[in-house]
């Protein structure tokens, strides 16, 4: 079993910055791809980044440039540093692990909230 735990959400002013962790535990595939996902009130879950066990990267459009997806491997963690962020990057983000085994594995999110 897999158990995916993210921290570090919050309230911040638009233009400020938050570092979101997602702590895995169990058995984790050595292959695998990590990612954070985003919803919004009334609007679906969304891509916001993921990150191969290799360390490849892939951003939405919408925060390239200013968010940056990086993990621990040793630590079996997974980060999300989020910088100049703007209203619209509200939501709740969500931890996922995808695995060839497994299929998909969601954390229970954290409250990401940005004020104008």
């Known amino acids: 079993q897999v158990q995916l735990v993210e921290s570090g959400g919050g309230l911040v002013q638009a233009g400020g910055s938050l570092r979101l962790s997602c702590a895995a535990s169990?058995?984790?595939?050595?292959?695998?791809?990590m990612g954070w996902y985003r919803q919004a009130p009334g609007k679906q879950r969304e891509l916001v980044a993921t990150?191969?066990?290799?360390?490849?990267?892939n951003y939405a459009d919408s925060v390239k440039g200013r968010f940056t997806i990086s993990r621990d491997n040793s630590k079996k963690t997974m980060y999300l540093q989020m910088n100049s962020l703007k209203p619209e990057d509200t939501a709740i983000y969500y931890c996922?692990?995808?695995?060839?085994?497994?299929?998909?594995?969601w954390g229970q999110g954290t409250q990401v909230t940005v004020s104008s």
């Open positions: 996922n692990l995808k695995s060839v085994v497994r299929g998909d594995d």
């Open positions: 169990g058995t984790i595939f050595s292959i695998n791809v």
């Open positions: 990150i191969t066990s290799g360390g490849n990267t």
